[in-house]
């Protein structure tokens, strides 16, 4: 069965400093699908970043990068230069692949930054 | 394209009481998911579409039914609403077998049962 933990129930960062969030996740399936996502307290559900378990260079998406860890089974959430718009819920996801686009979530992680 | 949307916004029902939550899409996705929100718990995967006509079980359907009869519609009913049903709930669709893709989410229905 597939697994995400986030560690970390709420985080703390200063405006324009770089934070991590961490995930790590579980599953026996050679070919899946990490995903993040961001919850702002509206509610809506944004896709930030995805990264493949056979892709060969971490995913970046502007300030967002994914420092993916096969070994470690870790896929941690990097923003550079926070902005106070980067408060919010942030969710790690798992997918498998290969035809099957059931999404796994983890519980989240609260992140704060102050001005 | 107006994406994924779903309604209503809110919802109170009280114990015993039925209704159905509404999504659609027009993007012309195959799958299509409903999940909840709990606090403290992410999303859980409650039922799942890979096309017209063909539904499954995610982690917790107890309690719920889908249909899927058009590309474009996936409602969720609750046949007799539970306080523990209590939650917001979210639509979802993608393309079907996309490996990259992600899925795009609507903005959710948050429901009250008293």
């Known amino acids: ?115 | 394209n107006a994406g994924v949307t779903q309604t209503p916004k809110f919802q109170v029902l009280k114990t015993g009481q039925s209704m159905t939550l509404q999504c659609a899409q027009d993007m012309n996705h195959e799958y299509m998911s409903w999940y909840r929100q709990d606090p403290g718990m992410g999303l859980r995967l409650i039922h799942y579409s890979v096309g017209a006509g063909i539904t499954d079980q995610g982690e917790v359907p107890n309690g719920y039914n889908v249909s899927r009869s058009t590309t474009e519609d996936f409602p969720l009913r609750l046949l007799s609403a539970a306080p523990s049903q209590t939650s917001v709930y979210f639509c979802a669709s993608s393309y079907e077998g996309e490996d990259t893709d992600t899925q795009y989410f609507g903005p959710g229905t948050r429901l009250t049962v008293l």
Not at chain 1, 71 to 96: P, T
């Open chain 1, 1 to 115: 069965a597939q697994k995400i933990t986030q560690t970390q129930p709420g985080m703390f960062v200063q405006e324009k400093e770089a934070v991590t969030l961490d995930c790590t996740y579980d599953t026996s399936d050679p070919s899946y699908g990490l995903f993040w996502y961001k919850q702002p307290s509206s509610g809506e559900m944004i896709f930030l970043i995805y990264q493949g378990s056979y892709d060969q260079q971490n995913a970046t998406e502007g300030r967002y990068s994914l420092n993916f860890q096969k070994a470690r089974k870790s896929a941690n959430l990097v923003i550079s230069a926070s902005q106070l718009g980067d408060s919010a819920m942030y969710f790690c996801a798992m997918r498998e692949m290969g035809g099957s686009e059931k999404l796994v979530f983890g519980k989240g992680t609260k992140l704060t930054v102050n001005p």
